[in-house]
């Protein structure tokens, strides 16, 4: 175990004084009521619960997304859940979107081990929190796309804008803001919605 605290995590914060574990040993790590727990590089990383703000944006997500998902049969588009990730490097971390979707003919393939599906989704969502900083954002991002992510929306509540990753975006994100659509592109065809869908607050100007 680690006798020393570590340095500043790349999101979040790492647990001090816990040393490097293996995906198993993270599942039996015992957690605290209210924070989020994931594994990256070995370490795990801590962060706060989400707050009222991002339960709403959550909520609109599943009722506009989601919605689409359920009524084209494509399966369903899940709440807070951890994948384990493995990585080019023959490393592997657990991560847990804010949001993710898997179509139901890649989970058929996705193996289980313990309580994480192995292998990455096909469209991942995170929500900003106000604590972050873009390059957290930007590192958790990377850690996606080297999974296998096909296609990330990062959320930002304060902006109230939309950043996609995706690989008609050419390696930048595409930034979209209220007066925006939000596209599925080929991972959910079909799918458009109004950026301002997303927030709710129409009244407030596009920054």
Not at 90 to 98: A, F, K, R
Request: include cysteine; proline fraction near 10%.
């Amino acid at each position: 175990m680690a006798t020393n605290p570590l340095p500043q995590a790349p999101w979040g914060a790492y647990v001090q004084y816990v040393g490097p574990m293996t995906v198993e040993q993270f599942e039996q790590f015992p957690t605290e009521a209210g924070w989020v727990y994931e594994l990256h590089e070995g370490r795990i990383i801590v962060m706060p619960g989400p707050g009222n703000i991002h339960g709403d944006i959550q909520t609109r997500f599943t009722l506009t997304l989601g919605w689409f998902i359920q009524q084209h049969h494509l399966g369903i588009l899940s709440g807070t859940g951890c994948y384990n990730l493995p990585l080019p490097n023959n490393t592997e971390e657990v991560l847990c979107p804010d949001l993710s979707y898997v179509t139901p003919t890649r989970k058929a393939t996705m193996a289980k081990r313990g309580s994480y599906l192995v292998g990455a989704p096909n469209l991942v969502i995170e929500i900003v929190s106000p604590t972050d900083r873009r390059s957290d954002i930007a590192n958790k991002v990377a850690t996606y796309v080297q999974s296998g992510v096909r296609m990330i929306w990062v959320t930002w509540p304060i902006t109230q804008s939309i950043d996609i990753w995706h690989p008609e975006t050419q390696q930048q994100p595409m930034h979209l803001g209220l007066r925006d659509t939000l596209d599925g592109y080929d991972v959910i065809p079909g799918f458009q919605c109004p950026v301002q869908a997303i927030f709710g607050d129409t009244d407030r100007p596009q920054p």
